[in-house]
Nanobody, 124 residues
Framework: DVQLQASGGGLVQAGGSLRLSCAAS????????IGWFRQAPGKEREKVSCMGTRDGDTKYYTDSVRGRFTISKDNANNSVYLQMNGLKFDDTAVYYC????????????????WGQGTQVTVSS
């Protein structure tokens, strides 16, 4: 069966960096679009970034992270990453990776597979 596992979260000071990873089994990331989502306490789940596979590998970033976060995919290792630089307190959330076919457009409801979240906490 398909399983996604997010990892790499932790406690970091404001202005610091962190790299999240997502590993897959039963699924080849090269054939899927990948999304990173986050959810903070009391907030709705937010689409942070995504990278398509069948739409020319177009990348999307929400305005609040553009220029600070970078999504990437390593097909050889069947892994995806979210490099987070210049972290802010408001980036604190549980981060999830997810996969869907046919690019990365659409909301969270269009994603078929989800990994276990990893906690990112930014202190000031």
């Amino acid at each position: 069966d398909v399983q996604l596992q997010a990892s790499g979260g932790g406690l970091v000071q404001a202005g610091g960096s962190l790299r999240l990873s997502c590993a897959a089994s039963g699924l080849t990331f090269g054939d899927y679009g990948i999304g990173w989502f986050r959810q903070a306490p009391g907030k709705e789940r937010e689409k942070v970034s995504c990278m398509g596979t069948r739409d020319g590998d177009t990348k999307y970033y929400t305005d609040s992270v553009r220029g600070r976060f970078t999504i990437s995919k390593d097909n050889a290792n069947n892994s995806v990453y979210l490099q987070m630089n210049g972290l802010k307190f408001d980036d604190t959330a549980v981060y999830y990776c997810a996969a869907r076919r046919l690019g990365c457009t659409g909301s969270q409801y269009e994603y078929d597979y989800w990994g276990q979240g990893t906690q990112v906490t930014v202190s000031s």
